[in-house]
C-alpha cells in the first residue's frame, strides 16, 4: 500500500528538479507541500515554462482505459478546481465539459464501451441528442455526426498559465528557480546521486528529479540510462477570433478524423495526430535547439482543416492566427515513464507524456514527490516503470517504430487502444 504522509518521511534533504515546465513545478510544488526544506528547480530559459508546456492544448478529460489515470484526472480536477481558493492563484482552469462525436456505427457501439467505464470509474458521462449537441458546439455541423456522448465535469486550461501558478506556488513554499541554467552532467558517486554540473558551476543534491519533457533522455544519457521512449511532433492551429462561441462550450473530440477542438482567446484551437507520425531527434539537433526551432507543418495542418471541413465548417472560412509548433513524447505502449533510475540511487527521470501531459501534471508530481519524500515508489508508478518493456528498452528500432505507430493509432479503435 502506499504510505501515507507522516513524520516517517525525510524532508531534510536537497532536491534538484531539473526543467522549469509543468511537471517539473508540479514536482517542487507538491515536495514543498510535503514539507521538504530545500528544493531547486533548474530551467535552462529564461523564464518558465517556454518550451512544450505552452504548446500543449490543456485538455482534462476524464475517459482514460486505467484505474489509475482515472485517479490522476480527477486528482488534477480537484486540486485545479480549489487551487485559487487555497493558494490564491487563478491556473486558469475551464469546466465546459467534452463532447466525442461518431462518424460511423462503429465507433457509436464502442462510446458504449466507454460510457459504461466511465460510469463504473464514478463519471459522468451519457449520449446526448443532436440538438444538444447543437447548443453545445453551435459551429457543429450535427448533420454530419452519427451520434455523441457528453462528459461532465470535464475542461481545459491554460498550459502555460497553469505552469505559472505552480511556479508561483512552489516559490510561495520557499522553493529555489536558477533559470538560464543548463545542466551539462549528472554527478554520481559509489552508485548515488550527489549532484549536478551545470552552467553555473556544481550543485549538490540528495536526489535529482528529471522532468525536461524530451530532453529528459538526454540528461538520463549522462547518467548512463538510455530511456525507452521517442519524440515525435505534434502540431495544433488557433484561428482568429469568431463571433457566437458559447461560454459553455466544450472540448469536442472527432476521434475518426483524430483530431479535438476547444476554445481558445475567442477563436478555435485544433489539433491533429498525424496518421504517419513524424520523429524528432534531438541527436541531429544543434545543441541549442529549442521547439521554436521547428518548421511550421502548415501541410499537415492543412489536412487537419480538410478533415474538419464538413464536421465543422467554420473552420475553412476563417484565417488562422497562429501555428503552434510542437512535439511530444511517446513510449512503446503509450503510458508515462516515471520512476526511480536502477543503479543509480536518487535518480528520478519522468518522460512520455504522450499528449497527456497537463492532465496529469498534478499527479505525476505528487507520486514524484511521494517517491522521494519516503524512499517507495507509490503504487500508482509501478505500471510506468521505465523497465516495464525488459530487453525491448536497449533496442532503439523497436522503442522508435512502437512509439511512432502508438501516436499514429492515437484514437483507433483496435481493442485495447487507449482511447483519449
Not at 7 to 29: H, K, P, R, Y
Not at 37 to 44: A, L
Not at 152 to 174: E, I, K, T, V
Not at 194 to 222: F, N, R, S, Y
Amino acid at each position: 500500500m502506499e504510505p501515507e504522509v507522516g513524520l516517517e518521511m525525510s524532508t531534510n534533504q536537497t532536491v534538484v528538479v531539473i526543467g522549469g515546465g509543468i511537471w517539473g513545478f508540479s514536482t517542487a510544488f507538491h515536495l514543498a507541500k510535503l514539507g521538504v526544506q530545500n528544493v531547486i528547480v533548474i530551467e535552462q530559459n529564461a523564464l518558465p515554462a517556454m518550451e512544450t508546456t505552452p504548446r500543449a492544448a490543456g485538455l482534462v478529460g476524464q475517459i482514460r482505459t486505467s484505474a489509475v489515470m482515472c485517479g490522476a484526472i480527477q486528482y488534477a480536477l480537484d486540486l485545479f478546481t480549489n487551487f485559487e481558493e487555497q493558494t490564491g492563484i487563478n491556473p486558469g482552469l475551464q469546466r465546459t465539459g467534452s463532447l466525442f462525436v461518431a462518424l460511423n456505427d462503429e465507433r457509436m457501439e464502442a462510446y458504449k464501451g466507454q460510457i459504461e467505464k466511465a460510469k463504473a470509474n464514478g463519471v459522468d458521462a451519457g449520449f446526448v441528442t443532436h440538438a444538444e449537441m447543437q447548443r453545445l458546439s453551435p459551429d457543429l455541423n450535427v448533420g454530419s455526426v452519427v451520434g455523441g456522448y457528453y462528459v461532465h465535469g470535464d475542461g481545459y486550461l491554460d498550459p502555460r498559465q497553469c505552469a505559472l501558478a505552480f511556479a508561483a506556488a512552489s516559490r510561495d513554499l520557499g522553493v529555489t528557480v536558477k533559470y538560464s541554467t543548463r545542466v551539462t552532467g549528472i554527478s554520481v558517486e559509489n552508485g548515488k546521486v550527489c549532484g549536478v554540473e551545470t552552467t553555473d558551476g556544481h550543485i549538490g543534491a540528495d536526489q535529482v528529479i528529471v522532468t525536461a519533457g524530451p530532453w529528459t533522455a538526454k540528461l538520463g544519457q549522462m547518467a548512463g540510462y538510455q530511456l525507452p521512449m521517442q519524440t515525435i511532433r505534434h502540431q495544433r492551429v488557433v484561428t482568429v477570433p469568431i463571433e457566437g462561441i458559447p461560454n459553455h462550450h466544450p472540448v469536442l473530440r472527432v476521434t475518426d478524423m483524430s483530431c479535438y477542438i476547444r476554445p481558445e482567446h475567442g477563436g478555435y484551437l485544433y489539433g491533429y495526430f498525424e496518421p504517419n507520425p513524424t520523429p524528432i531527434e534531438l541527436d541531429d539537433q544543434h545543441p541549442d535547439f529549442r521547439t521554436d526551432d521547428l518548421p511550421d507543418a502548415i501541410d499537415i495542418m492543412n489536412e487537419a482543416q480538410q478533415r474538419l471541413s464538413d464536421i465543422f465548417p467554420v473552420l475553412g472560412k476563417v484565417a488562422v492566427a497562429e501555428r503552434i509548433q510542437g512535439v511530444t513524447t511517446f513510449a512503446p505502449d503509450g503510458q508515462y515513464v516515471i520512476g526511480p533510475v536502477p543503479g543509480v540511487d536518487g535518480l528520478h527521470l519522468a518522460a512520455g507524456c504522450a499528449a497527456l501531459g497537463i492532465a496529469g501534471s498534478a499527479a505525476v508530481g505528487k507520486w514524484l514527490a511521494k517517491t522521494v519524500v519516503t524512499g517507495i515508489v507509490p503504487d500508482a508508478l509501478q505500471m510506468f516503470n521505465h523497465q516495464r518493456f525488459g530487453a525491448a528498452s536497449s533496442q532503439p528500432g523497436w522503442v522508435h517504430d512502437a512509439s511512432l505507430s502508438f501516436y499514429g493509432n492515437y484514437y483507433a479503435l483496435t481493442p485495447g487502444t487507449p482511447n483519449r
